[in-house]
């Protein structure tokens, strides 16, 4: 199993731009989610989601979308691009509800100037 | 929502001394503590868990204890080593049957292990 898998490593936006960070889990896990770490803080929650076609907003849903049409796929979308969503971006999934331990990607550094 | 608490932020201790790291919540109903370690560069990792059920859980050099009156539970870390040296993550929860599963995570504690 590949696991938890998060595509690009890296990227560089301009102000304004939009793109999609995506995210994949081949573990059949039913629950995924979005975090952003800044610089010497801990996981915020962005979004999450517990099944196909069901998600919810976290702590920081401002600025970003998304949606899951399959088990396996959870993409995050930023619609316009802010310095202030420049942050590490981890995407997690287990097995939900009864499961208990995270499985996170590798993450995504985001750069937007 | 849960409040999650770390102390200390930020922890240097001498290689082969203990670290204990602690993590306070707000959710009298939270039944899952774990603890992640995420090291420089890499993703957060589960190192060690516990549920309400249980007031104490062993894994070789780590520990965790959970005082569920006192809403707490730390993370111990005995006969430090350099590879010790990471950040350190709680993440009390609630886990039901009907999916509560919006995760808090605390702000982390950076260890340094001291060679």
């Excluded at chain 1, 979308?77 to 997690?92: E, G, H, I, K, N």
């Excluded at chain 1, 287990?94 to 995504?108: D, H, I, M």
């Excluded at chain 2, 200390?8 to 306070?24: F, M, R």
């Excluded at chain 2, 589960?46 to 059920?53: E, F, P």
């Amino acid at each position: 199993n590949a696991g938890v898998t998060q595509t690009p490593k890296f990227q560089v936006l301009k102000t304004g731009q939009s793109m999609t960070l995506q995210c994949a889990q081949d573990m059949n896990h039913e629950y995924m989610s979005w975090y952003r770490q800044d610089p010497g803080m801990g996981l915020r929650l962005i979004h999450y989601s517990v099944g196909a076609g069901i998600t919810d907003q976290g702590e920081v849903p401002n600025g970003y979308n998304v949606s899951r049409s399959t088990t396996e796929d959870f993409p995050l979308r930023l619609l316009s691009a802010a310095p202030s969503q420049t942050s590490v971006y981890f995407c997690a999934s287990s097995r939900a509800p009864s499961s208990y331990e995270q499985y996170f990607g590798p993450g995504t550094r985001l750069t937007v100037t | 929502g849960e409040n999650v608490e770390q102390h200390p932020s930020t922890l240097s201790v001498q290689e082969g001394d203990s670290a204990v790291i602690k993590c306070t919540y707000s959710d009298s109903a939270s039944n899952y503590f774990p603890w992640y370690k995420q090291e420089l560069g890499k993703r957060p990792q589960l190192i060690i868990d516990i549920r309400s059920n249980v007031g104490e859980k062993k894994d070789q050099r780590i520990a965790v204890t959970l005082n569920k009156t006192a809403k707490h539970f730390s993370l111990h870390i005995t006969e430090t080593q350099p590879e010790d040296s990471a950040v350190y993550f709680c993440a009390p929860r609630r886990v039901s049957n009907f999916g509560n599963e919006k995760l808090t995570f605390g702000t982390g504690t950076r260890l340094t292990i001291i060679p």
